[in-house]
Nanobody, 115 residues
Framework: VQLVESGGGLVQPGGSLRLSCVASGFTFSIADMNWYRQAPGKEREWVGSISPAGSSTNYSHFLKGRLTISRDNAKNTVFLQMNSLQPEDTGVYYC?????????WGQGTQVTVSS
């Protein structure tokens, strides 16, 4: 089982990034997919989620309006589009797959928002 995030990097305040998470080794199309982030010195926090078919999304109310989560089940990939990024959005972003008894995490991708 693997979840591999990518797309992180250094971006200026006000900029955008699109993160990807590619899954393998399990049935991606039945998994709820979640994004979390962990800022330096802080606990990991939930960012948002998308249902298995992609018909329903939920977002942290702190971030709602700046994020869009989508998925492509044919490519076993979930995306996190982030806009209007601010320095406080800096951190490691993780994807998480949950379905029944399984619960998998990726290794994370670093996002740094700085001028």
């Amino acid at each position: 089982v693997q979840l591999v995030e990518s797309g992180g990097g250094l971006v200026q305040p006000g900029g955008s990034l699109r993160l990807s998470c590619v899954a393998s080794g399990f049935t991606f199309s039945i998994a709820d997919m979640n994004w979390y982030r962990q800022a330096p010195g802080k606990e990991r926090e939930w960012v948002g989620s998308i249902s298995p078919a992609g018909s329903s999304t939920n977002y942290s109310h702190f971030l709602k309006g700046r994020l869009t989560i989508s998925r492509d089940n044919a490519k076993n990939t979930v995306f996190l589009q982030m806009n209007s990024l601010q320095p406080e959005d800096t951190g490691v972003y993780y994807c998480r797959a949950r379905a029944g008894l399984y619960d998998y995490w990726g290794q994370g991708t670093q996002v740094t928002v700085s001028s």
